[in-house]
């Protein structure tokens, strides 16, 4: 008869454990992905809105030069052309993206071009010839304020737009200071002059007055979902700023938390699949074991074994993480798996101690050594720890004295007790060290705290594997496990360990060492 008959067992338990953790992690990875497409999209809107304000801001510096021309005309009741060219040309000069200057008679002829060069056939044309340009003048005279054409095709060769800035001279109308944009040169001087370069981030389309007018593709749209549209009125006129992110932006903000997250949730439901099915093999093996400490035993260690590759692998990948991550969120929770999984990997490490100890496989290598120099060493290793608590550590052993021990081992027992005699200390609180000897073969080493003490129901319990004594509530770390390692390291070479303690006033823990 097997030992299937006599414990049921699940054996599809395993594969649906995964199954359902791996739709967890599928779950999680399209919110977070949907999450980074939120943030992409709001960069881009970001980086949409200082392009059209960019495209404003410039327009809105450019046109009182214009009028500054125009007002001198008034003022001075006519400007000389040889003037009037001068300082056109003084102006290109300074406001790049200006494909001409020119001044239009009353009659709507192009009177004086600056640079005539290139621009030879825009003197003395008709500008009334087409209605969205003689309809932009009219305007403009009408209303006596500078006007903005619709998109048109320049007869210099180009698509662009006009500026009319119309001239009076005592109420009466003398003509425009016309400004003629080519708008590919006008908007490639605007972006070039950012703060922060496109330099092949994104793909932009510019309209005026739903017209496309300028375009700037670098390769295939992947991400056209993610793009952004700014919409700015100039001049009564509709311009819009579309941009789309390319590779280049995509790669540069290196926002790669959901796969990361999809990796280590797959990982994890894998191991997660694995306890699960290590479980029921030591649920079948306690059963077909005659000795059940002996399956215990055999069932932590190889757990525990099988944890170490896969949790190293955990750290590894989050400690990557937290080294290339710029956001302050990703930083935050790589540090959190960091710490969860360094505690997890010390549980781990205990409890293949104990099932060492308790499997009696582990191995001792008893030699004399100094006691001072190795109490100083421990010290120094939980400095950091008894300054972040406040607690002064001292050694009260001022004579030489050598012990008779596995020095690893011995180590392993003080750095357990001096750290709980510090995480669970008082505020400001002392941990002394001190020895005497009433036995010529064994040292009582004494290391005695100030902190709250144990009352008699928890000093029964406190050798006691997993037994926190109620601090598992609270945020001090710890397994449970490492008082219990200690007292067993301490019986194998020879010692043991007794404690003596008063609620309100602290433990002492004493440590009987062999001696040499």
């Not at 454990?17 to 809107?45: E, K, M, P």
């Not at 801001?57 to 001198?72: E, Y």
């Not at 044309?125 to 095709?153: C, H, V, W, Y």
């Amino acid at each position: 008869m097997r030992i299937d008959d006599f414990v049921p067992v699940n054996k599809n338990l395993p594969f649906q454990t995964g199954a359902v953790l791996c739709l967890l992690v599928f779950c999680i990875w399209y919110f977070l992905d949907n999450q980074r497409d939120i943030s992409i999209q709001n960069l881009t809107h970001v980086k949409a809105n200082e392009l059209a304000s960019q495209i404003k801001a410039d327009i809105r510096s450019r046109v009182p030069a214009l009028q500054r021309i125009a007002r001198r005309w008034e003022h001075q009741g006519g400007t000389p052309k040889t003037e009037f060219l001068q300082d056109a040309n003084t102006y290109i000069k300074d406001l790049p993206g200006l494909q001409a200057l020119e001044w239009v008679d009353k009659n709507f002829y192009v009177r004086w071009v600056a640079p005539l060069e290139g621009n030879e056939n825009a003197l003395n044309l008709n500008l009334g010839f087409e209605k969205s340009r003689r309809i932009a003048l009219e305007d403009a005279r009408d209303k006596k304020q500078p006007t903005m054409t619709p998109p048109i095709d320049l007869v210099q060769g180009g698509k662009g737009f006009l500026i009319y800035v119309p001239i009076f001279s005592n109420d009466e109308f003398e003509g425009f200071i016309l400004a003629v944009y080519k708008i590919e040169d006008w908007l490639d001087y605007v972006f070039s002059n950012m703060v922060t370069k496109i330099n092949h981030q994104f793909e932009v389309n510019v309209t005026i007055d739903d017209e496309k007018v300028y375009s700037e593709y670098h390769d295939e749209i992947k991400f056209a979902s993610l793009g952004s549209t700014s919409v700015i009125q100039l001049m009564n006129r509709t311009i819009s700023v579309q941009i789309t992110p390319t590779d280049v932006f995509i790669n540069k903000i290196n926002i790669y938390t959901p796969e990361i997250v999809a990796i280590l949730g797959i990982f994890l439901s894998i191991l997660i699949s694995v306890l699960v099915f290590l479980l029921q093999k030591t649920k079948l093996a306690i059963f077909s074991a005659n000795e059940a400490n002996s399956a215990k035993s055999q069932f932590l260690s190889s757990m525990s074994h099988e944890l170490r590759t896969p949790l190293n692998a955990i750290l590894g990948f989050s400690q990557l993480l937290e080294m290339q991550a710029t956001d302050k969120t990703i930083k935050q929770h790589s540090q959190e798996i960091i710490y969860a999984g360094e505690h997890l990997l010390n549980l781990v490490n205990e409890i293949l101690d104990l099932a060492k100890i308790e499997s009696e496989i582990i191995e001792l290598s008893l030699e004399k050594h100094d006691l001072n120099k190795i109490i100083n060493n421990i010290i120094m290793l939980i400095k950091p720890l008894a300054e972040k608590h406040s607690i002064q550590v001292e050694n009260a052993i001022n004579t030489p004295i050598y012990v008779y021990v596995d020095e690893t081992r011995f180590k392993q027992v003080l750095l357990n007790i001096l750290s709980n005699a510090i995480k669970y200390n008082s505020d400001n609180g002392k941990v002394i060290i001190n020895s005497s000897s009433n036995d010529t073969n064994m040292l009582c080493l004494s290391i005695a705290d100030t902190g709250r003490g144990l009352s008699p129901e928890h000093l029964s319990n406190l050798f006691v594997p997993f037994e926190r004594l109620g601090a598992e509530n609270s945020s001090i770390e710890g397994t449970g496990l490492g008082l219990k390692i200690s007292k067993e390291l301490m019986e194998l070479m020879g010692g043991t360990i007794t404690v003596e303690s008063t609620v309100g006033k602290g433990s002492n823990f004493l440590i009987h060492v062999p001696i040499s």
